[in-house]
């Protein structure tokens, strides 16, 4: 049997770890409001759930709300509710997730897309549990614990201007941070071996396990997509190999078609101090960056090497030359086109995808329903 999970499923030996589950011992049986950050895929939700069910609220449903995904135009009806007749289309009244949480949890993520204006709303509702229905001017209370994630800087969101600091300040006072994979080394072959052996029950496959270089090189990689990118990589393996063990060469290759041989994501040598490998991998970023720009530039030159004018463009549809402009696309296409592409290369990972696109998460989601690509 494997030790290192505990009874509720979660995994972790190493210190950082164990003083993390320390403070949740210490938080979960009061309602008291905790914030967790850390990068994207670090285990913020496994920690909110783990939270509510150590919580005296266990038996009520704990509502995991991503106020990253939701449109900024309705956010407000969405978490609390509104009445018949707030706005065009509201032809019924509607329970928002912080009354469908009554009792139990309610869990926002990416607290730091919460529209300016919805912040007051959400900093009197952590006071006084206190909110209105949109289209209500009487009062509400709710019997709410509430979890908060990001896996922004909220402090410089702070000083952006973006996000409020008497809200910000109400949050930090209880904040779990989880540090990224590659700072807690120690827990990799837990979670090698756990998800080796849940992926192989899943998908009955008897898994062999993995090679002592094998395993030495998943220590080392970077994992810039955390324990996420760990699981995802170990199923694809397993699958792939139909459970025959995996050895060094399997994961090479993987990583290197995983992340298209661009070399950011390679493996960080532990003979390297943490600082020598970060500058080579800001170094990386930096030429990848260049690259991609030399690329844009390209795709901003028509083939004679004149750049592309705005009236250039303009032209193109009443020029009767069609074969003189076919370099020339409308933006939608080509805007398209950087989405399917991100979404392909990420699997579909909307998160990581938005990252990869420059955009916010929730100008994604718009542009996927926009677009109809939502498959
Ligand atoms: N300590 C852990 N024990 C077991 N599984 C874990 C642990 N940490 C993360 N995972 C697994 O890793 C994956 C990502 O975890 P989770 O969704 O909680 O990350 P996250 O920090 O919320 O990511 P994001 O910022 O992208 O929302 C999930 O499959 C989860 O089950
Ligand atoms: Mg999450």
């Known amino acids: ?55 005296k609220r266990s038996s009520k449903p704990m509502i995991s709300v991503n106020a990253g995904a939701i449109p900024e135009g309705i956010i407000e009806s969405e978490l609390f509710g509104h009445e018949r007749g707030a706005f065009t289309g509201a032809s019924d009244s509607r329970k928002g997730y912080f009354e469908l949480a009554d009792g139990g949890t309610l869990f926002l993520d990416e607290i730091g897309e919460l529209p300016i204006g919805t912040q007051v709303k959400f900093l009197r509702i952590l006071e006084s549990r206190e909110y209105m229905r949109v289209g209500s001017s009487s009062s509400r209370k709710v019997d709410v614990r509430i979890i908060a994630a990001t896996n922004k800087d909220l402090e410089s969101e702070v000083s952006n201007g973006r996000f409020r600091p008497d809200l910000y300040f ?72 139909g459970g025959k063990q995996i050895d060094i060469v399997d994961l090479k290759n993987f990583i290197k078609n995983s992340f298209e041989g661009n070399g950011r994501n390679l ?19 930096l030429l990848e960056m260049k690259a991609d720009i030399n690329e844009m530039k390209h795709l901003l030159l028509n083939q004679n090497g004149s750049r592309v004018e705005p009236h250039y463009v303009e032209a193109s549809f009443d020029a009767t030359s069609a074969d003189e402009n076919s370099l ?45 690509l939502d498959i």
């Open 1 to 55: 049997m494997n030790e290192t999970k505990n009874q509720y499923g979660v995994i972790g030996n190493s210190v950082e770890m164990k003083e993390i589950l320390s403070v949740v011992k210490q938080v979960a049986p009061s309602d008291i409001t905790v914030l967790i950050t850390g990068e994207s895929g670090v285990g913020k939700e496994v920690i909110a759930k783990l939270i509510h069910e150590m919580s």
């Open 328 to 372: 020339v696309e409308p933006v939608t296409i080509v805007e398209k086109r950087a989405i399917l592409s991100a979404l392909e290369r990420f699997k579909g990972n909307r998160r990581m995808a938005s990252r990869a696109l420059s955009i916010s998460e929730r100008t994604l989601y718009r542009k996927i329903k926009e677009y109809n």
């Open 170 to 241: 109400r949050l930090r006072s209880i904040n779990i941070k989880i540090p990224p994979l590659r700072e807690r080394r120690d827990d990799i072959p837990e979670f090698a071996i756990e998800f080796g052996k849940q992926i192989g029950e899943k998908n009955k496959i008897n898994f062999e396990g993995f090679s002592t270089e094998a395993m030495a090189l998943l220590k080392n990689y970077h994992w810039p997509g955390n324990v996420r990118e760990l699981r995802n990589i170990i199923e694809s393996l397993i699958v792939i190999k």
């Open 267 to 285: 493996p960080v040598y532990t003979h390297k101090s943490p600082d020598q490998a970060e500058r080579e991998l800001i170094l990386r970023a």
